[in-house]
């Protein structure tokens, strides 16, 4: 596994990233989505399971999941649900 520095420290990356909201980051040619919830942040695959739009466009709710824009698909960033 290789780690790769996106921001300055946890601190800077959730200033930078609103609560409940995410961004799209480009990790070694992988779009990933970047999620901050109260339970922390979060980076999984961008594309949605379904149809494939793009889960940094959604936002979190309180049960630590993020939601598609699309479809509304809720998917728990800690479990993968
Ligand atoms: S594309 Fe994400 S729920 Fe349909």
């Known amino acids: 596994m290789q780690w790769i520095k996106l ?3 946890e601190a800077s990356a959730k200033a930078e990233i609103p609560l409940t909201k995410a ?5 070694a040619g992988q779009e990933l989505c970047l999620a901050h919830t109260r ?3 979060f980076a999984v695959n961008n ?16 049960l630590n999941e993020i939601i598609c824009p699309w479809h509304s698909y809720r998917f728990n960033l800690a479990s993968g649900e």
């Open 23 to 27: 961004v799209t980051v480009v990790v």
């Open 39 to 41: 339970a922390g942040l």
């Open 7 to 9: 921001y300055e420290s």
């Open 47 to 62: 594309a949605c399971p379904h149809l494939g739009d793009s889960l940094s466009r959604g936002t979190t709710n309180y």
